[in-house]
């Protein structure tokens, strides 16, 4: 029976396309439990593709991994939180605000008022609603906004704004028929690359609830040992193929 041969450089190389996939899922793993308690964050996840290539002379193939990263959109559970400023979406869609890089998106209610009133993200970024932001000025009620009771602001299912019954401002909320386009950019806030919006049909916005992060920290956990597993794995196969290589250079030595 004919012996299998190995190329030690071709096992090294593929052992070090593995050890740079596992780095990849452990950044991402590791981001994923840091945002478990982040509203609206959406979990990411890695995948990769194996192509057949010629590498290393015309003797020898080797398989080629390409990584990419991708987000997984999945509802998250909604949390109670009596607090009039908190929005979730139900449903499709994503509010809009403005930062100095422009327009951005994101699933995270938890807003709030700045000393202009205008309703922003916890960073500062007004929510937008008709194209501008929101402003809900004391003035359109009774003893100023700040302090107005829960139903004294209604948000309702399709977004609009109402004080006191009057009718303010309806809220950005938008889609996209490719959702691969859109690219994380720090803050829990996504751009869109190559794709328009449209306004979103099927949503409903709760009031005084927030959507939590779409992250189950078991799987994440279990993701961190198997990662570890396969490090050890790679490790085991660098040093069989060092191994391998130091035996064929003193065989080579001596001949």
Do not use: C, W
Not at 28 to 55: I, Q, S
Not at 67 to 89: H, M
Not at 153 to 162: A, Q, R
Not at 166 to 192: C, M, P, W
């Amino acid at each position: 029976m004919k012996a299998l041969r190995v190329n030690p450089q071709l096992a090294a190389l593929e052992a070090l396309e593995a050890g740079q996939l596992l780095e990849r899922r452990l950044a991402v793993t590791t981001n994923n439990l840091a945002n478990v308690d982040t509203p609206g964050f959406k979990r990411d996840g890695v995948a990769f593709h194996e192509y057949l290539m010629r590498k290393i002379g015309p003797r020898y193939r080797r398989i080629f991994k390409e990584i990419s990263e991708y987000t997984v959109y999945d509802q998250g559970e909604l949390e109670p939180t009596d607090n009039p400023l908190d929005l979730a979406i139900v449903g499709e869609g994503f509010f809009k605000v403005q930062t100095p890089e422009g327009v951005a998106y994101t699933r995270a209610g938890n807003f709030m008022l700045d000393a202009r009133h205008r309703l922003v993200t916890p960073q500062g970024y007004p929510v937008l609603a008709n194209g501008a932001p929101v402003i809900l000025d004391p003035g359109l009620a009774r003893g100023g906004l700040i302090t107005l009771p829960e139903q004294r602001i209604l948000i309702h299912d399709d977004g609009t704004i109402s004080v006191d019954g009057t009718t303010v401002a309806r809220l950005d909320v938008v889609t996209f028929d490719d959702l691969s386009k859109l690219r994380k950019i720090g803050e829990n806030l996504f751009q869109a690359q190559g794709v328009e919006e449209r306004p979103a049909q099927n949503f409903q916005i709760r009031q005084g609830y927030l959507e939590k992060s779409n992250v189950n920290p078991l799987t994440e956990i279990v993701q961190l040992i198997q990662i570890h597993r396969e490090f050890e794995a790679v490790q085991r196969a660098l040093r069989t193929s060092d191994e391998a290589t130091g035996r064929l250079l003193a065989t080579a030595g001596r001949l």
